[in-house]
């Protein structure tokens, strides 16, 4: 595997294959590698030519400089589990490689960036994002760019940029990896206590509730989030927000007539941490629903 710093090196790498006709796929990430990245690594292995994986931990995203300055790094261990799964280009540039001196462009989605994630982090987040990641495409040039679930907002305001601005690349959104005890894996569940990472299964459970509740025939979003914030309470944990929305615009939906995701985010102790759901009214048992966001579901 070979570990890349320049955008000059990684285009002189991928310059033989891309003219070879090679399939190229890209997983952005930001390191400190869980299985979550590792699914998705190996996703990209199993479907493309020529695997890239960038590792970057984007300033530009960070509301909180204090979150930036503690988010986890680990570039060794990275380096060696993405040459065990076969990667073949780790590109991991500094700061000024991807934010030279004088840069001011950014990429902004309307809309979805608002609610949910946008209203709580703030604007920048998600511009901070979509800026990163169109800079990657166009180092990288992937004909394929995989995402997580976990993640869904970001998926989805990734998809609506990529189709706003003709990008010729497909989003592929991977299902979220779980540990054992359903929480999702997350770079951040490494700054929870043993007594919050106990308390953190509750978000599972909350999303669980309601796909339960909707199963057993219940529509409405009022009674479904109400479920899901008694599972949180009982944990002493007071979410973000608690929200059924739609798949295509993450708007509120007034009731649960097809797929909705139930999406929520809370602070467990210090660690903020997020979760979402696919919700399938024809559900009949209460199952875990790892279904990623199929490509047509954002109009
Ligand atoms: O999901 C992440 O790790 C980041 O938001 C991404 C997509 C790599 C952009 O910095």
Do not use: W
Not at 74 to 81: H, I, K, N, P, S
Not at 171 to 181: G, H, K, M
Not at 184 to 194: I, K, M, Q
Not at 249 to 278: C, F, K
């Amino acid at each position: 595997m070979n570990v890349i710093r320049t955008v000059a090196e990684l285009r002189a790498a991928l310059l033989g294959p891309r003219r070879a006709g090679r399939t190229i796929g890209l997983v952005p990430t930001m390191g400190a590698f869980h299985e979550g990245h590792l699914s998705l690594m190996r996703q990209a292995r199993r479907e493309c030519d020529v695997v890239v994986v960038s590792l970057f931990v984007n300033p530009a995203q960070f509301n909180d400089p204090a979150d930036l300055e503690r988010y986890p790094r680990d570039a060794a261990r990275d380096e060696a589990l993405a040459a065990e799964i076969g990667v073949d280009h780790l590109f991991a540039p500094g700061v000024d490689e991807v934010y030279p001196s004088g840069f001011t462009t950014a990429v902004s989605v309307a809309g979805i960036t608002e609610t949910l994630e946008g209203a709580h982090r703030g604007r920048a987040h998600f511009d901070g994002v979509t800026t990163v990641v169109s800079k990657l495409f166009n180092m990288v040039g992937p004909e394929v760019a995989y995402f997580g679930q976990k993640d869904v907002q970001q998926a989805l305001v990734i998809r609506r940029m990529v189709r706003d601005l003709d990008m010729p690349v497909r989003i592929e959104v991977c299902p979220t990896v779980r540990e054992a005890d359903g929480l999702a894996l997350s770079s951040r569940n490494a700054h929870l206590s043993p007594d919050d990472r106990a308390r953190a299964t509750a978000l599972h459970r909350a999303l669980n509730a309601v796909q339960e509740e909707v199963s057993a025939g219940e529509r409405d979003p009022a009674a479904l989030r109400a479920r899901a914030l008694a599972e949180l309470e009982a944990a002493a944990i007071e979410p973000d927000y608690v929200e059924l929305v739609s798949t295509d615009t993450l708007a509120p939906v007034s009731r649960l007539d097809g797929e909705a995701l139930a999406v929520l985010a809370a602070h467990v102790g210090a660690t903020r941490l997020i979760d979402n759901q696919l919700i399938q009214p024809s559900l009949n048992h209460n199952r875990e629903v790892a279904t990623p966001l199929r490509a047509p579901t954002i109009a």
